[in-house]
């Protein structure tokens, strides 16, 4: 059976497909045996797959963009397993939200990841805001940040699930932008492996994708319930109920992928996006990034 090293960002339910690909043993039904890593704490996940230490990794775009031009990447993005960002900003109030409401006021990042602060950068840039007149307040880790909103610290924070969950379990908050719904589909995070892998272990890849398609449709015709149930195999320290939220939410607002196909208009959409949050990027070309070669038949 071949065996393959699959690099996480961070432990997070956003990348359900992979997780439930192991404990559902979708991976093992492949012929394949997957061992799931993660980097240092900050650390980049396509670092280990550049040096030779991993086989699959996932990250977003972002990650590849930063490489170019100044050098030929290494790796080539060869499915998704999310379809939009899996993040709200959450605040204060009941009232309808607009992005000038964001103006002088504090706001707490999601500092495992640069792209979610980029998008909202954008965001305010494409609503004519200055995205530097909103004060930016790190507060360390997503538990972190929960705590630090709760107690009154900061005006809006950003923050994937179960932490929209837990804060709006506590009454005093609500969701004022969901952006999955404002972005709609892209593909915020997908499935890289190094180039050379595509030729050298193509049915190694080939049963890693099964696998997770596998998991997507699964988690695609299940109730949310049974997702959450799936999950607490995972992550046996989130309570249940807010397992539960987190899965009804991602499954309504479409984060997670129902199949690997990263499309060409999506695909620069998200860049456009990433670019438009003021970090100095390089596009990357659609052909030379992505292979879906590999993806399982229909």
Known sequence: MEQLNFVLPFPSIFYAPVYVAQTREHFLQNAVDVTISFPEPGGDPVGPLEAGDADVAVGGPVRLMRSAPARPSPCVIIGQVTGASGFSIVG?????FRW??????????FTLSRTPLLFTRGRLRENGIDPDTIQVREAGSPDEAVATFLAGDADFAELPEPYVSAVLATGSASVCVSMARELGA????????????????????????????D??????????????????????????????SSSARYKDEGVWAT???????PFLAMQ????LGGEALCM????????????PAD
């Not at 492996?193 to 994708?209: F, H």
């Not at 199949?259 to 208009?265: A, C, G, H, S």
Request: charged share 30%; aromatic share 6%; proline share 5%.
């Open 92 to 96: 204060r109030q009941d009232m309808p």
């Open 100 to 109: 000038s409401d964001l103006i002088g006021k504090s706001f707490i990042p």
């Open 186 to 213: 892209v593909p915020f995070s997908d499935i890289i492996t190094r180039r050379e892998l595509i030729s050298e272990r193509r049915e190694a890849l080939r049963s890693v994708l099964a696998g997770i398609q």
């Open 215 to 244: 998991a997507q449709t699964w988690i695609g015709d299940v109730a949310p319930q049974d997702v959450a149930a799936e999950l607490s195999r995972s992550f046996p320290n989130i309570d249940r109920a807010l397992m539960e």
């Open 259 to 265: 199949n690997l196909e990263v499309r060409r208009t």
């Open 272 to 275: 456009e996006a990433i670019m």
């Open 284 to 295: 990357l070309a659609f052909e030379e990034s992505v292979d879906n070669s590999l993806h």
